[in-house]
């Protein structure tokens, strides 16, 4: 489905951006891996899902523009990305009044900023081959609001209004641009927060369960291979006349 394509995913090493490359890849689409941490084995677990061809790798770090300028030269000169996903993302949990300034400064440029600066750099390759796909990955803080998330809840809402932009900057041309709103994944940054809830007496299937019904119906965590099928949707062909979508998958929590 995405043969002869190339996916540029930030923070891919892990979680759902992990998931996500190894979706895409398994169409055929050849894979940029962005992160950190374990570059190695997301490599080769995105090597191992299916067609891809040609697997890339850049460590930039996606608070600091240059860097990505670097990335997104290496991206367009190995590969002439078609497929941007951002997905890097970094959580802080406090009060406002409690709230690190730099803590703030780091979630606003790792969540928000980056995507700004990726997809600025994109936009003019993908428009001169008249062919792109900009998927932000949000979150259900990118429409709704939690206590003590005051960085992450505006990076999110942030990254809902840039979508929609830029869908509308692209709509005669062949770039679409979505997000995509997950409710509770089990990823790094959520098994956090799953560990920090008392835990006298409560098992970690409890603690998960608890921490997940109570914003999310369901019950269930969304998973990075359900987001990732969501993303090759949004990437096809039958996808190019989604634009602008504001998409949730989130076991039921804009149902209520």
Known sequence: ???GKTALVTGSTCGIGLGIA?????QGANIIV???????GARQQIAAAGQVIRLG???ADM??????EDMMRYAEAEF???????????QHVASIEDFPPERWDAIIAINLTSAFHTTRLALPGMRQKNWGRVINIASTHGLVASAQKSAYVAAKHGIVGLTKVTALETAQNRVTANAICPGWVLTPLVQKQVQARPAHGISVEQAKRELVIEKQPSGQFV????LGALAVFLASEAGRQVRGAIWNMAGGWFAQ
Do not use: W
């Open 1 to 3: 489905m995405l043969q």
């Open 22 to 26: 190894q979706a895409l890849a398994a």
């Open 34 to 40: 962005n992160g950190f941490r374990r570059a190695d």
């Open 57 to 59: 790798y850049h460590g």
């Open 63 to 68: 608070s600091k523009a240059s860097e990505i």
């Open 80 to 90: 002439a990305a078609d497929i941007l996903v951002n997905n890097a993302g970094i």
């Open 223 to 226: 998973t990075p291979d359900e």
